[in-house]
């Protein structure tokens, strides 16, 4: 079993950045791909951002394109989200998942996620 803890949200004004970590469990994180998910209120959870196992391929939703890189260190068994330029527009609660093999910007795709953490942008 593994387990997706993430960190990093808080409020912050629009321009302003953030970085989301999300710790792994288990000796299996370098071999599956991760994603980081975001869902407001009343809204469905959508795709931000993915990266592969290696870390040498990544997407992008067209909405954070350019503000948001997301990265990983396998060695530590972590991965990031860099958040920047925050509009109100990125409020929501984001996730991290992974799943095995390649990345995916489906949540029907990803087999582990985490709780969860808020980002909120004041304008």
């Known amino acids: 079993q593994v387990q997706l803890i993430e960190s990093g949200g808080g409020l912050v004004q629009t321009g302003g950045s953030l970085r989301l970590s999300c710790a792994a469990s288990?000796?299996?994180?370098?071999?599956?791909?991760m994603g980081w998910f975001r869902q407001a209120p009343g809204k469905e959870r959508e795709f931000v951002a993915a990266?592969?196992?290696?870390?040498?391929?990544?997407t992008y939703a067209d909405s954070v394109k350019g503000r948001f890189t997301i990265s990983r260190d396998n060695a530590k068994n972590t991965g990031y989200l860099q958040m920047n330029s925050l509009k109100p527009e990125d409020t929501a609660v984001y996730y991290c998942?992974?799943?095995?093999?390649?990345?995916?910007?489906?949540?029907?795709?990803?087999?582990?996620w985490g709780q969860g953490t808020q980002v909120t942008v004041s304008s």
């Open positions: 998942a992974i799943k095995y093999s390649t990345y995916s910007d489906q949540v029907k795709d990803y087999d582990y």
């Open positions: 288990g000796r299996t994180f370098s071999s599956h791909a």
């Open positions: 990266i592969s196992w290696s870390g040498g391929g990544t």
